[in-house]
């Protein structure tokens, strides 16, 4: 079966840096896609990764490696509005996105 | 402002009753999409549509139906509602299916409780 897999949850301090990891298992690969989601809104695109290596846009930045199936969004300078769910999703070989479940990212003062 | 928008917001429906979630998108978007989204589960994809005229289902489909007479609109339905179809509902576009660029828009969302 499909499988996106990532952190329920995870904390972090205001101007810190969080790396958050996304590993998977899918039908084929036609690219992988960060999304940002705060609380009661719709999600919003961050970021898109189809080869191998670092993305950045601004404070953040996305990793790919597609021999490992793995990937991770990377946010420095952590502001509070960036308190959202990080959803990671990738396109199957039938162009559908397969959705991880999300990672609550919660920022601390 | 160009986007897309669903109605309603929110509805509480009694079981076995009918509803209508409506989608509407004015980015001329070919491809079109319905999510649900639920507590601990990513997004699940109930149905989609590739262009006007065609629709095909996804990871979700039962007791949902879709309909896509023009490029606008993407109507989703429940004939017979269930307390497990309790869930927030969201209506998505991207310019092609077949891409692999295919950065999806999503509307607000409507938020369906069935009693």
């Known amino acids: 079966g499909q499988n996106i897999d990532q952190p329920t949850e995870m904390t972090a301090t205001e101007g810190a840096i969080v790396q958050i990891n996304c590993t998977y298992q899918?039908?084929?690969?036609?690219?992988l896609f960060w999304y940002q989601q705060h609380a009661g809104e719709a999600p919003t695109f961050l970021s898109y990764?189809?080869l191998d290596g670092l993305e950045e846009k601004g404070r953040f930045s996305s990793f790919l490696s597609r021999s490992k199936g793995y990937s991770y969004l990377l946010l420095k300078e952590l502001q509070m509005k960036d308190s959202a769910s990080y959803l990671c999703?990738?396109?199957?070989?039938?162009?559908?996105?397969?959705w991880g479940a999300g990672t609550k990212l919660i920022i601390k003062p | 402002t160009a986007g897309i928008t669903q109605a309603p917001t929110s509805q509480i429906l009694a079981a076995g009753r009918s509803m209508t979630l409506r989608c509407t998108q004015d980015?001329?978007?070919?491809?079109m999409y319905w999510y649900r989204q639920d507590l601990g589960l990513g997004l699940r994809l109930i149905h989609y549509?590739?262009?006007?005229?065609?629709?095909g289902k996804g990871e979700v489909p039962d007791g949902y139906s879709v309909s896509r007479a023009n490029t606008d609109d993407f109507p989703l339905t429940l004939a017979s509602a269930v307390p497990s179809q309790t869930s927030v509902y969201f209506c998505?576009?991207?310019?092609?299916?077949?891409?692999?660029?295919?950065?999806?828009?999503f509307g607000p969302g409507t938020r369906l409780t069935v009693l």
């Open positions: 999703a990738v396109l199957d070989s039938n162009y559908q996105l397969i």
């Open positions: 990764n189809v």
């Open positions: 998505a576009s991207s310019d092609s299916l077949q891409s692999s660029y295919n950065e999806q828009f």
């Open positions: 549509s590739n262009t006007a005229g065609t629709t």
């Open positions: 899918t039908s084929g690969f036609n690219g």
């Open positions: 980015m001329r978007h070919n491809a």
